[in-house]
């Protein structure tokens, strides 16, 4: 078994997998490994100043976080159009980071 908790939601993802549909445990493993998920993208969304979006990122996790901010974002199929009154899109993905400077939202492209 591994150390964080991406990696204990992932183990027990699996290990859920492989019992036998009827198993009632296995829906505890679901439930545990959500759980997981969750605790990894609220931990992520803590800094106000920025929030790096990576594949395992819940997906209301940055909506949240940049409603925080005043901003509405979108998921999509790649990542979140992020937009604030008429100021232009900003297309963020996995990988990026959202940056807040107190005034406005920016992205870091993932190097």
Not at 38 to 51: H, K, L, S, T, Y
Not at 61 to 69: F, G, K, L, T, Y
Not at 77 to 93: C, F, H, L, M, N
């Amino acid at each position: 078994m591994r150390g964080t908790l991406l990696d204990l939601a992932l183990d027990y993802e699996s290990e859920a997998a492989g019992l036998r549909p009827w198993e009632r445990r296995r829906r505890g493993l679901r439930e545990s490994a959500r759980l997981f998920r969750r605790m990894v993208g609220n931990r992520e969304a803590v800094d106000p100043g920025r929030m790096t979006i990576t594949w395992a990122t819940i997906i209301d996790i940055p909506q949240r976080w940049c409603r925080r901010h005043g901003y509405l974002a979108v998921a999509g199929s790649w990542g979140y159009v992020i937009q604030r009154g008429d100021e232009p899109p900003i297309i963020a993905g996995p990988g990026d980071t959202l940056v807040w400077d107190g005034q406005k939202l920016t992205v870091q492209a993932a190097s």
